[in-house]
């Protein structure tokens, strides 16, 4: 039993509990919760990461060079080590640090889960980048005078920065607004450039399989018709 069996048998699992802690670090951002519903999802917080942290533990003590797994599996350390980083009360950095973390390993894990069909990882990818923008700028910017005043309009901005990079009379306010900004900028001109590519080469290997087929057919029926010559010259004979 090595690392690569634990890892492909908690693959699906992994991904399941990321996609909830992506939820409960988000949710308390664009809603308005109560105290209980807040102190659960804190408690289902800790309940994932202290199932990451044995995880980890668990790969970290059976892999044979343990210094280079953990450089190699930097992602899962700081998603194990980043909820340490609350005693120095830096919560809000903190929230953002921990979504941009624990989404950079729920592309991680999709991107193993669909590696045969990396034009779908991307699509689901660049949705992700969308969503998780568009409340994180919200989240830094509502209340400000001159900021984001709503969703709608974190929506309209992202997206319109995630496609060409620019915007116009909406624009972000706060130091952390920017920054999620700055780098849906990049991610997002990354992902569509991937995906254009992507699409492109999709086409052009749907052309060469029709060329290829073409080919293969006209083999078949040279093929097919030196064998009828070769029958009918021994009938001859």
């Known amino acids: ?3 690569q069996w634990i890892e492909k048998k908690t693959e699906v699992l992994m991904f399941t509990l990321v996609v909830i802690m992506i939820a409960t670090l988000i949710l308390p951002l ?14 289902i917080d800790w309940i994932i990461w202290a199932i990451f942290f044995v995880e980890l533990s668990v790969r970290l003590y059976i892999a044979p060079k343990k210094s280079i797994y953990l450089k190699k599996n930097w992602l899962d350390v700081l998603v194990v080590a980043l909820p340490f980083l609350r005693i120095f009360r830096i919560f809000r950095v903190l929230r953002f640090a921990r979504i941009i973390t624990v989404f950079s390993k729920f592309t991680q894990k999709l991107k193993n889960i669909l590696s045969q069909h990396g034009f779908h990882y991307v699509v689901v990818v660049f949705i992700g980048v969308i969503f998780i923008g568009t ?3 919200y989240y830094f910017d509502q209340g400000t005078a001159l900021g984001i005043k709503n969703m709608a309009e974190s929506l309209w901005l992202v997206i319109t ?4 990079g620019g915007f116009g009379d909406i624009f972000p306010a706060t130091t952390e607004a920017k920054t999620i900004t700055i780098l849906v ?13 992507s699409l492109a080469s999709y086409f052009a290997e ?13 083999l078949n029926e040279l093929n097919k018709n030196i064998i009828d010559l070769k029958s009918e010259l021994k009938k001859s004979r």
């Open 30 to 43: 664009v809603i308005k919760l109560d105290s209980k519903y807040i102190f659960l999802f804190e408690i």
């Open 206 to 218: 749907k052309d060469q399989d029709i060329e290829q087929e073409r080919i293969e057919k006209k």
């Open 161 to 164: 920065i995630a496609f060409s």
């Open 1 to 3: 039993m090595g690392v």
């Open 135 to 137: 409340i994180l700028i």
């Open 185 to 197: 900028i990049i991610v997002g001109n990354v992902l569509v450039s991937y995906f254009t590519a």
